[in-house]
């Protein structure tokens, strides 16, 4: 069983930057693929970014490429975003999820999430 936490959200100015980090119980991810969601309120969960090690790459939501920025650690047991130039409409809960078939299609595992809240 995989369990996962996020940490790193709260309240930040437009303009400003957060790091949100996912870390991992459980086992070391492997082959997985990892990913970051967020959903507003009154809104669908929309995927934000995914990471896979094996055979590597990331991929982003056009509403964030060139802000955000996905990467893990070595163990690959942590996976971050960092959020840059952020806005307003970029406030969600933000969670962190694990594709075991690391394709980016099948999330089984989800985080609790964390709030990012962007005032203007």
């Known amino acids: 069983q995989v369990q996962l936490a996020e940490s790193g959200g709260g309240l930040v100015q437009a303009g400003g930057s957060l790091r949100l980090s996912c870390g991992a119980s459980?086992?070391?991810?492997?082959?997985?693929?990892m990913g970051w969601f967020r959903q507003a309120p009154g809104k669908e969960r929309e995927f934000v970014a995914g990471?896979?090690?094996?055979?590597?790459?990331?991929v982003y939501a056009d509403s964030v490429k060139g802000r955000f920025a996905i990467s893990g650690d070595d163990t690959r047991t942590t996976v971050y975003l960092q959020m840059n130039s952020l806005k307003p409409e970029d406030t969600a809960i933000y969670y962190c999820?694990?594709?075991?078939?690391?394709?980016?299609?099948?999330?089984?595992?989800w985080g609790q999430g964390t709030q990012v809240t962007v005032s203007s």
């Open positions: 990471i896979r090690w094996i055979p590597g790459g990331t």
């Open positions: 459980g086992r070391a991810f492997g082959r997985y693929a």
């Open positions: 999820a694990a594709d075991p078939g690391g394709d980016l299609t099948r999330w089984i595992y």
